[in-house]
Nanobody, 115 residues
Framework: QVQLVESGGGLVQPGGSLRLSCAAS????????MHWYRQAPGKERELVAT???????NYDDSVKGRFTISRDNAKNTVSLQMNILKPEDTAVYYC?????????WGKGTRVTVSS
């Protein structure tokens, strides 16, 4: 079955950096488009970044220039490098895979940006 396991969250000061990782199993990872979503307290989940099978990327305007999504097909992992973090980046971050009409979500990793 599909399993997505996120790691790398934590507490960081404004202006700091974190790197999130997602280990995927149960899918043909090299052919899969992968996403990072986040959900801030009291808000709906939002799409942060996407990477397709050939490495093409897309970002929400709020993170462009600060976040970088990447993938390692040899390790079946997708990462999100987050720089110049802001308090409004505080959220639970989820790794997501979609296949046809089905969506698969990891359990998430919490990122808190606070001084």
């Amino acid at each position: 079955q599909v399993q997505l396991v996120e790691s790398g969250g934590g507490l960081v000061q404004p202006g700091g950096s974190l790197r999130l990782s997602c280990a995927a199993s149960g899918i043909i990872f090299s052919r899969s488009t992968m996403h990072w979503y986040r959900q801030a307290p009291g808000k709906e989940r939002e799409l942060v970044a996407t990477i397709n099978s050939v490495g093409g990327t897309n970002y929400d305007d709020s993170v462009k220039g600060r976040f970088t999504i990447s993938r390692d097909n040899a390790k079946n992992t997708v990462s999100l490098q987050m720089n110049i973090l802001k308090p409004e980046d505080t959220a639970v971050y989820y790794c997501v895979y979609r296949q046809s009409v089905a969506s698969y979500w990891g359990k998430g990793t919490r990122v808190t940006v606070s001084s």
